[in-house]
Structures are given as structure tokens and as C-alpha cells.
């Protein structure tokens, strides 16, 4: 597989062309962001670490029958994907309340939410990412109404598979985010799932081991995502 010139950069990946049209290189930085890029800074080894999440979550989901754009890593800090064109929505899976939606909202920190809620948030960085409902999309043209049905769908199964996976390494899944990729006519998960995408607090004591502890200056940043890439490859 050859690597060919920067398609895009954003705040955690570099996208590399190939000699395949319709395969892409996606490159994991160290490059560490939270509020939007208000706070920038670097954790060594993370898209190490952060690629081998994901990939090894991307599996268990593929082979529970959620399609993704993941073909196989590719080494450390590179995972070979399919070209996906992303819908310019991320898609946010609540468990519990914390951060923005206690922030904005007023939910009570650590409230369960049950059912699991689901939102939707305009990729838009000049515009803070904010949330917007189905008719925003569809007037926006960002989704049709049958692509906000399977991203809502695939997301909630999504959920289950991935709160009994961590469920199983001792893991609590508060909420997480993902996006997703129109591929050959259909809709496929796309971008990552790691500590940086997920929220993930120890069973028992509370200990976050996700991305919070960069948000909060909480320390142990690297070890927190090694934690969690050493109970997924258990």
C-alpha cells in the first residue's frame, strides 16, 4: 500500500491518500485539544495508543455486525480505512449526565439516564460544535431523515455493545461520541473510538481514564489511556 499526499488534517488525525481510490491512510497524533481547541497541548505516545483502541474496538463491533470503515492498522500510529464522505454530524451517546449537559442543561452530575440519550451536534468548529435537532439537519442538508434513523439505530446498538464490553474489563461507558461516513451508498462508522471519544470511569472507585483528565488537569493522562488499552487487549 502505497502513501501518497495529505488529503486532510484535523486535531487528532492526518488523512493520507493511497494508490487504492477508495482506501485512505488515517494517521494518529499526539496532538491533545479539548473546549473546542481552547486548550491545546501534546500526550506522548496517545495516537499510539489511541489507534490500537480503536482498532481493537472497531473488531468486536464489526464482528457484531456494525459496519466500519476500519480494513486493518496498519502499524503504530496508522490504520489502513475506507474513503468515506463524513456527514458533518457527530452523533453523542449519554449513560449518565456529566460535562456539557450538566453545564448547559442542568442535569445533575452522574444522573442515570434511562433511556440512553442521544444527540446530535453540527461538525462545525467556527460555530463551538452546537447541538441541533433532525429538522436542522434536513434543512441544513446534512442528513436525511432515514440517515438520522440508522445513525440513531446503529448508535444505540452501538451503546449496548460497548457498555457490556467495558461492563466486562470494569469499565463504566458514561457517554461517548461518534461520526459517521457514507460509503457505496450506505452509511458506515467512521473517525475513532478511544479515551479521547468516550468517557470511561473506573468501576468501584470512579477513576476517569478518558480525556476528562486533560480537560481538568486531572494528571496521568498517557497512563489513564494505557489502562485502557491494556484491559481491551486483555
Not at 488534517?9 to 492526518?14: H, L, Y
Not at 501534546?42 to 489507534?51: F, L, Q, R, Y
Not at 441544513?140 to 446498538?157: C, F, G, N, P, S
Request: one cysteine or more.
Amino acid at each position: 500500500m502505497e502513501k501518497r499526499e495529505k488529503l486532510y488534517e484535523g486535531k487528532a488525525k492526518i488523512l493520507y491518500a493511497t494508490d487504492d481510490p477508495e482506501l485512505v491512510i488515517q494517521y494518529f497524533k499526539d496532538d491533545a485539544t479539548a473546549f473546542n481547541a481552547a486548550k491545546k497541548g501534546s500526550v506522548s505516545e496517545k495516537g499510539i495508543i489511541n489507534n490500537k483502541i480503536s482498532e481493537k474496538i472497531f473488531g468486536m463491533l464489526e464482528k457484531a455486525g456494525i459496519p466500519t470503515h476500519l480494513v486493518r492498522r496498519l502499524n503504530d500510529r496508522e490504520m489502513l480505512i475506507k474513503k468515506v464522505e463524513i456527514v458533518q454530524a457527530e452523533v453523542v451517546v449519554r449513560n449518565k449526565a456529566t460535562g456539557s449537559l450538566c453545564r448547559n442543561l442542568g442535569f445533575t452530575e452522574g444522573m442515570v439516564l434511562e433511556p440512553p440519550l442521544v444527540e446530535f451536534c453540527y461538525k462545525r468548529d467556527d460555530l463551538n460544535d452546537p447541538l441541533f435537532t433532525e429538522d436542522h439537519m434536513v434543512l441544513l442538508k446534512v442528513a436525511t431523515r432515514e440517515e438520522i434513523a440508522d445513525m440513531r439505530r446503529y448508535a444505540l446498538r452501538i451503546n449496548e455493545l460497548m457498555r457490556a464490553f467495558f461492563d466486562a474489563l470494569d469499565l463504566e461507558l458514561i457517554d461517548f461520541k461518534l461520526e459517521f461516513g457514507r460509503y457505496k451508498g450506505r452509511l458506515i462508522l467512521a473517525d475513532e473510538i478511544s479515551p479521547d471519544t468516550c468517557r470511561l470511569w473506573e468501576k468501584g472507585t470512579g477513576r476517569k481514564l478518558d480525556k476528562d483528565r486533560f480537560r481538568h488537569d486531572l494528571g496521568e493522562i498517557k497512563e489513564a489511556y494505557q489502562e485502557v488499552l491494556s484491559r481491551v487487549s486483555r
